[in-house]
Structure formats: structure tokens, C-alpha cells
T-cell receptor, first 112, second 113 residues
Framework: DAKTTQPPSMDCAEGRAANLPCNHSTISGNEYVYWYRQIHSQGPQYIIHGLKNNETNEMASLIITEDRKSSTLILPHATLRDTAVYYCIVRGSGAGSYQLTFGKGTKLSVIP | NAGVTQTPKFQVLKTGQSMTLQCAQDMNHEYMSWYRQDPGMGLRLIHYSVGAGITDQGEVPNGYNVSRSTTEDFPLRLLSAAPSQTSVYFC????????????FGDGTRLSIL
């Protein structure tokens, strides 16, 4: 699976949009981009995933560049409860693709 | 709908003791896995299973055993606990394709003295 690069930390004002970037320049055509977050020491929470197209659900939007080498997770109106570590993960579809490789993620702090 | 349930939530063991961490899911997911998370680090895969009767090793399998006799359950056994196994353990499950997200339990916090 391709490696991802994320900034170690970011701040966001409460009520504003939080834009979390992720670099995955070695991604291949059949690999998905997944986003999870971990609040305190709870279990990772699935947020969103995509292959090529932009995706939106009730939690967030995922913007994937046309060349698929980077993506941005957007939390449209950040709240204090969105303070967490956010992980961008590239996951393949072949044998052995079940493993999620967690890096150190981005620690997002939402500030009142 | 309970999702992924892990028991116990906390456990303290002495070096050399054995124990089993339980994981159960009620979503009829084929794939289940165990991760450990050490302070300040991401999760690392210990063992996984793609279906009943099938298990395989992940990144850090030493000192742990697993079995998958049913679709619902995937217990993790520590044969002889060591202080290096002090960690938070997470179980996850998903359908068996890459476009299906994995769902995680709330974790078991294990301390080995």
C-alpha cells in the first residue's frame, strides 16, 4: 500500500471549516483513500473513503486531486468534539489489502 | 446494533500470566483483525482473519495466538504475558472487500507488571 504524508498538527477555529491535507504520491489505480479519526484513546472512527471521485457524507467531504496524488478531508463546521487525531490511509484492493497502515496522523485542535 | 464489542475494557496482569482478549461482532463481517497501539504511535496489525477457520499474521504477531471458529468471534490470546505487551488493543471487522470500511471496538487497555 502507498505511504501517506500528513502534517503533524493543525488548529481550527470552532465553526470554521477544517481542511486536512494528505499526500499519497505513490498511490496506484486500485487503491482507496480512507480517513479515520481517533478521539482520546477511543477506537478509530471511520469517516469517509474514496477511489477517484470526490465524496461527501454526513460527517465530512473528501476531495481527491485528479492525479490522485493528494487529498483533502473537509469538516465543514468544526466543533470542539472534532478535536482528534486524523489518519489518512491508502488501502489496496488485492490480497493483503485488509491491513490498515496507520501513520502518526494529524492532531487537529478545534479552538473556541 | 452493538457493532464490535471488546471485553474486558481494562486488565492488569503479572509477567508470565496468560489471558484471552475477547472480540465479537454482530454485523456478519467476514474480516476481523487485532491491532495494538502504543503511546504516541499509530495502530499496528497483530493478526487477522478473512473468515471462519482462516487466520494469518500481521506486522507484530509474536507472543499472540488467534483462532476463528465462528464468524462472530475472534479472540486474541497472550500465552505468557510480558511487560512489552502493555498496550491498548483494538479489534476491527469489515466486509471482505477493500471498498468497505473497517469498524473498530472501544479497545482493551492491558498493563503487564
Amino acid at each position: 500500500d502507498a505511504k501517506t504524508t500528513q502534517p503533524p498538527s493543525m488548529d481550527c477555529a470552532e465553526g470554521r471549516a477544517a481542511n486536512l491535507p494528505c499526500n499519497h504520491s505513490t498511490i496506484s489505480g486500485n487503491e482507496y483513500v480512507y480517513w479515520y479519526r481517533q478521539i482520546h484513546s477511543q477506537g478509530p472512527q471511520y469517516i469517509i473513503h474514496g477511489l477517484k471521485n470526490n465524496e461527501t457524507n454526513e460527517m465530512a467531504s473528501l476531495i481527491i486531486t485528479e492525479d490522485r496524488k493528494s487529498s483533502t478531508l473537509i469538516l465543514p463546521h468544526a466543533t470542539l468534539r472534532d478535536t482528534a487525531v486524523y489518519y489518512c490511509i491508502v488501502r489496496g484492493s488485492g490480497a493483503g489489502s485488509y491491513q490498515l497502515t496507520f501513520g502518526k496522523g494529524t492532531k487537529l485542535s478545534v479552538i473556541p | 446494533n452493538a457493532g464490535v464489542t471488546q471485553t474486558p475494557k481494562f486488565q492488569v496482569l503479572k509477567t508470565g500470566q496468560s489471558m484471552t482478549l475477547q472480540c465479537a461482532q454482530d454485523m456478519n463481517h467476514e474480516y476481523m483483525s487485532w491491532y495494538r497501539q502504543d503511546p504516541g504511535m499509530g495502530l499496528r496489525l497483530i493478526h487477522y482473519s478473512v473468515g471462519a477457520g482462516i487466520t494469518d499474521q500481521g506486522e507484530v504477531p509474536n507472543g499472540y495466538n488467534v483462532s476463528r471458529s465462528t464468524t462472530e468471534d475472534f479472540p486474541l490470546r497472550l500465552l505468557s504475558a510480558a511487560p512489552s505487551q502493555t498496550s491498548v488493543y483494538f479489534c476491527a471487522s469489515s466486509r471482505g472487500t477493500a471498498d468497505q470500511p473497517q469498524h473498530f471496538g472501544d479497545g482493551t487497555r492491558l498493563s503487564i507488571l
